[in-house]
């Protein structure tokens, strides 16, 4: 096999020596010899590796080649890519016997899973950061004086009047920017909400949601009542004596499908017979690929649903900022529950993000990524029919992960066998409520799969080890 000195300096440092030698093809010979280069300390953390182009010249292999293996040693944890930077070896690629004994170095951090697909992250590869700096910039550069005093709990009237455009055009909010509260994601609202006692138990939740979400209710001393679901959505006959309802209606979450037309306005004829609220979370409305738009609830009735709405799937979890869209009735008892100073979104953050959604950057940002999920669920609808034809995927029309339907009892099998092959994801069990007893919750087995997590040039690999999870039926 070949032998060849790297000798791209400029780009990576150092020549480098490498020697395509061992079984397998070429791309795994390369594989072997850069993880070798890595553990061997020859490759530093932080190096720059030569671009797909150059090696290939350089070592005289396709380029394809180079663009699996790095693609490869991404998804095992050894090199990192980044848009605008290229391909570097991990910064706790360290060789082993460095670790914890240089003095002042700190010792590499476990390894993640090789192959992400737990639902929860939006492809964090795409964040906008040249469009989010110009909005950062221009907001600093333009904001008054006073911006930088203490922050208004209601949150700034730029970004609520931002929001005040864009929800009624793009979810079928209706709103005006008195309504709007901004707060610092989906999880802060439900705290203000319930530790801030605006909102008050029992609380009807879906029998499918995030644990998180239910542990911090019952934290609140908030009791959440299980609501059985079906093909339509959730059972809006089952709701009873609650004093309201947290609903994922765009896309329920995590199982996948919209609530059903007649259903929604059966919720709000509940709501208004019963003086009870409806909680909206609207986590991902913006991602929808096959169906047509589905409005926020909140747009049938403003006075009987708090509409909660975060850029933690749009654009960043770490970005911290979400809204609420509240009834008249809530506002007063919400920024009580703030207090007199804005203590958790920043307040350039929220100028930033005023003007990011102002210039249109938001849209663009969403459709682009819009695009790219769509095609990351063609791909592994795609995959899956082609490798494992007899599990069928659903929940796809919209949002950021997928429901796979497993054989009935083989999804704890199933998880612990992706697990084994590296591949990380959560089976449906873990969002089922811890009441939801049969069979007033039909419960199926299912495999939830995050297809948004995994970085562009890390899915194919991710998608391939997914499929060989799946044992001939
Ligand atoms: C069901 C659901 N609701 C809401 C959110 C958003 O939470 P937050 O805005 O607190 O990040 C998520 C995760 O992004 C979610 O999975």
Same mark, same amino acid.
């Given at each position: 096999m070949s032998e060849s000195w790297v000798n791209s300096a400029e780009r990576i440092g150092a020549d480098l020596h490498l020697e395509l030698s061992g079984p397998?093809?070429?791309?795994a010979a390369l594989i072997h %010899?850069?993880?070798? %280069?890595v553990r061997g300390g020859r490759l530093a953390p932080g190096t720059r590796l030569p671009p797909y182009r150059s090696l290939a010249a350089d070592l005289g292999v396709a380029r394809n080649t180079v663009a699996d293996a790095y693609a490869e040693l991404v998804a095992e944890g050894w090199l990192t890519a980044r848009q605008g930077s290229g391909t570097r070896v991990a910064e706790r690629a360290e060789p082993p016997r460095h670790a914890g004994k240089v003095p002042g170095k700190t010792p590499p951090r476990a390894r993640g899973p090789r192959h992400n697909l737990r639902q929860g992250t939006p492809d964090v590869s795409g964040f906008p950061r040249g469009e989010w700096l110009a909005s950062y910039r221009r907001a600093l550069q333009q904001a008054p004086n006073?911006?930088?005093?203490?922050?208004d709990p209601a949150g700034r009237v730029?970004?609520?009047?931002a929001l005040a455009e864009y929800l009624p055009r793009a979810r079928g909010v209706r709103c005006d920017p008195d309504r709007i509260v901004i707060c610092s994601g989906f999880a802060h609202a439900l705290r203000l909400l319930f530790e801030g006692r605006v909102l008050r138990s029992p609380l009807a939740v879906e029998a499918y949601g995030l644990p998180f979400h239910r542990e911090l209710l019952t934290r609140a001393g908030v009791r959440t009542v299980p609501l059985p679901l079906d093909e339509d959505g959730a059972r809006i006959d089952r709701?009873?004596?609650?004093?309201?309802?947290l609903l994922t209606p765009a896309h329920q979450f995590p199982t996948g499908g919209p609530l059903h037309a007649a259903r929604r306005a059966a919720v709000i004829d509940w709501a208004r %017979?019963?003086?009870a609220v409806i909680v909206e979370d609207d986590y991902d409305g913006e991602f929808r690929y096959d169906r047509k738009p589905v409005g926020a609830v909140q747009g049938l009735d403003p006075e009987r649903v708090i509409f909660v709405g975060s850029v933690s799937k749009s654009l960043s979890p770490a970005v911290r900022l979400g809204w609420m869209v509240l009834p008249e009735r809530y506002v007063e008892g919400v920024l009580a529950a703030k207090g007199e100073r804005e203590a958790w979104a920043s307040v350039l953050d929220q100028l930033s993000l005023a003007d990011f959604i102002a210039r249109g950057s938001y849209d663009r940002h969403v459709r682009r990524m819009r695009q790219r999920y769509r095609g990351r669920r063609d791909r592994l609808v795609a995959a899956l029919a082609e490798r494992a034809p007899h599990i069928e995927v659903t929940g796809v029309a919209a949002g950021l992960h997928a429901v796979l339907r497993l054989p009935p009892g083989t999804e704890a099998a199933t998880v612990a066998r992706a697990e084994r092959a590296g591949v990380?994801?959560?089976g449906l069990a873990a969002f089922r409520h811890p009441g939801a007893a049969e069979p007033a919750v039909a419960a199926y087995d299912g495999l939830v799969v995050g297809y948004a997590t995994p970085s562009e040039h890390a899915y194919a690999v991710a998608l391939d080890a997914l499929c060989a999870t799946f044992p001939d039926p």
């Open positions: 397998g093809g070429r791309r %010899a850069l993880r070798d %280069a006073e911006v930088f005093g203490p922050g730029e970004l609520r009047e709701l009873g004596r609650e004093r309201g309802v %017979a019963r003086d990380a994801l959560d």
